[in-house]
């Protein structure tokens, strides 16, 4: 018994220094793992980093590319019959397209995502315009995209049975919050500046795209990007104005001041 007891403690011996060392290895990494600045991993608009290992010391950044609409998500977003402007009135009088869809920018090195949309004033007689949902839809981004976005809000729609997104950037004010579902012609904005950046405009884009990502302004391929111009009058439908233009305004107090007369057309969209 003494002679098997002998190899018996020498194994069980190595076998806890083994433990201990891989215990010490553990310890120390976890120590020296730098998690920086982390102030929430609750969702993904929130989250300053990724799950993941360290990569270079830290972790990655974040990246919304991999962030999917899960199947309850999908199941949620609304049918969206119809689809009407998102700026002026539903048939997008009152503003005029800045830049439209696809257009070549040399200067900015691609074609253009979106639609630049702008109050028949010019200049930033629009900042503050109110900023409408094209349709029925569900908010799946709500917040600031990058200094060159300013506030952004992303919509998803259910278009017979296919589902797309609606995008409006460069808001000086969002009013619609993450989840929240939103009706065809609902306020979700107003027009901004993206914190300065350039002149009041709504930059607006339509996507078929099932992933939360902000994407590019300027672009060499069109990926997931639709054209707003081709898809919305398929569904415009028949009905009255959503809501007033900063051009409306203007002619609502040259009328007030100057008794000007306007034709029927204009005071039944002025209302």
């Given at each position: 018994?003494?002679?098997?007891?002998?190899?018996?403690?020498?194994?069980?011996?190595?076998?806890?220094?083994?433990?201990?060392?891989?215990?010490?290895?553990?310890?120390k990494?976890?120590?020296?793992?730098?998690?920086?600045?982390?102030?929430?991993?609750?969702?993904?608009?929130?989250?300053?980093v990724?799950?993941?290992?360290?990569?270079?010391?830290?972790?990655?950044?974040?990246?919304p590319?991999?962030?999917r609409?899960?199947?309850?998500?999908?199941?949620?977003?609304?049918?969206a019959?119809?689809?009407?402007?998102?700026?002026?009135?539903?048939?997008?009088?009152?503003?005029y397209?800045?830049?439209?869809?696809?257009?070549?920018?040399?200067r900015r090195?691609?074609?253009?995502?979106?639609?630049?949309?702008?109050?028949?004033?010019?200049?930033?007689?629009d900042?503050?315009?109110?900023?409408?949902?094209?349709?029925?839809?569900?908010?799946?981004?709500?917040?600031?995209?990058?200094?060159?976005?300013?506030?952004?809000?992303?919509?998803?729609?259910?278009?017979?049975?296919?589902?797309?997104q609606?995008?409006?950037?460069?808001?000086?004010?969002?009013?619609?919050?993450k989840?929240?579902?939103?009706?065809r012609?609902?306020q979700?904005?107003?027009?901004?500046?993206?914190?300065?950046?350039?002149?009041?405009?709504?930059?607006?884009?339509?996507?078929?795209?099932?992933?939360?990502?902000?994407?590019?302004?300027?672009?060499a391929?069109?990926?997931?990007?639709?054209?707003?111009?081709?898809i919305?009058?398929?569904?415009?439908?028949?009905?009255?104005?959503?809501?007033?233009?900063?051009?409306?305004?203007?002619?609502?107090?040259?009328?007030?001041k100057?008794?000007?007369?306007?034709?029927?057309?204009?005071?039944?969209?002025?209302?």
């Amino acid at each position: 018994m003494k002679l098997n007891a002998k190899p018996s403690s020498l194994v069980l011996l190595v076998f806890l220094l083994i433990v201990a060392a891989m215990l010490a290895i553990v310890l120390k990494s976890g120590k020296e793992r730098p998690l920086g600045d982390i102030q929430s991993f609750e969702n993904y608009q929130r989250a300053d980093v990724a799950e993941g290992f360290p990569k270079n010391g830290k972790l990655p950044a974040f990246d919304p590319r991999f962030v999917r609409l899960s199947a309850f998500e999908r199941a949620l977003i609304p049918d969206a019959p119809r689809l009407t402007a998102p700026l002026g009135t539903e048939s997008g009088a009152f503003s005029y397209n800045a830049q439209p869809f696809w257009s070549l920018n040399s200067r900015r090195g691609g074609h253009h995502s979106g639609d630049d949309l702008n109050g028949i004033g010019g200049m930033n007689t629009d900042l503050g315009d109110p900023v409408f949902s094209i349709g029925n839809g569900r908010v799946i981004f709500a917040g600031e995209g990058s200094p060159g976005w300013g506030k952004i809000v992303l919509v998803a729609h259910k278009v017979d049975g296919q589902i797309i997104q609606s995008m409006y950037a460069h808001l000086e004010n969002i009013s619609v919050s993450k989840g929240q579902s939103l009706g065809r012609g609902q306020q979700l904005g107003t027009v901004g500046t993206a914190n300065g950046q350039y002149l009041a405009h709504l930059h607006f884009e339509l996507r078929d795209a099932t992933t939360v990502d902000i994407l590019r302004g300027y672009l060499a391929e069109k990926g997931v990007h639709l054209s707003p111009r081709a898809i919305i009058p398929q569904y415009e439908g028949e009905g009255g104005p959503v809501g007033p233009s900063s051009a409306m305004n203007v002619l609502k107090k040259a009328k007030a001041k100057n008794s000007v007369e306007l034709p029927i057309e204009v005071l039944q969209r002025l209302r």
